[in-house]
C-alpha cells in the first residue's frame, strides 16, 4: 500500500506541475497580447515618404541630413539622374 500511495502523490503532484506551466504558458500568451495592443504598427510607406514621415517628427530640413550623406550615394544619384554631384552637395 506504500507504494501505491506514493506513486499517487507522484502523479498529483505532475498533473499539479503540468497545470502550473499552462497556468505560466496562458500567462505569457496574455501579457504578449496586452503589449500588442498597446503598439501601433508601421503604416505601410514607401521610402520616401518614410524619411519625410521622420523627418517631420524630428523637425528636420533637408539641409539638416547633409551630414549623413556620403560620397557614394551621391555619385551614385549623381550617375542615376545623369547629373553632376555638385548638384547634391
Known amino acids: ?7 499517487t502523490r507522484k502523479q498529483d503532484a505532475n498533473i499539479g506541475r503540468e497545470r502550473d506551466q499552462q497556468g ?11 503589449y500588442g495592443e498597446g503598439r501601433s504598427a508601421m503604416p505601410e510607406r514607401s521610402p520616401c515618404e518614410m524619411v519625410k514621415h521622420l523627418m517631420e517628427q524630428r523637425g528636420l530640413r533637408q539641409v539638416d541630413l547633409v551630414p549623413v550623406r556620403s560620397r557614394a550615394q551621391v555619385k551614385a544619384l549623381a550617375g542615376y539622374f545623369g547629373v553632376s554631384a555638385e548638384l547634391f552637395l
Open 24 to 34: 505560466v504558458a496562458y500567462l505569457k500568451l496574455a501579457l504578449v497580447e496586452v
Open 1 to 7: 500500500m506504500v507504494g501505491a500511495s506514493f506513486s
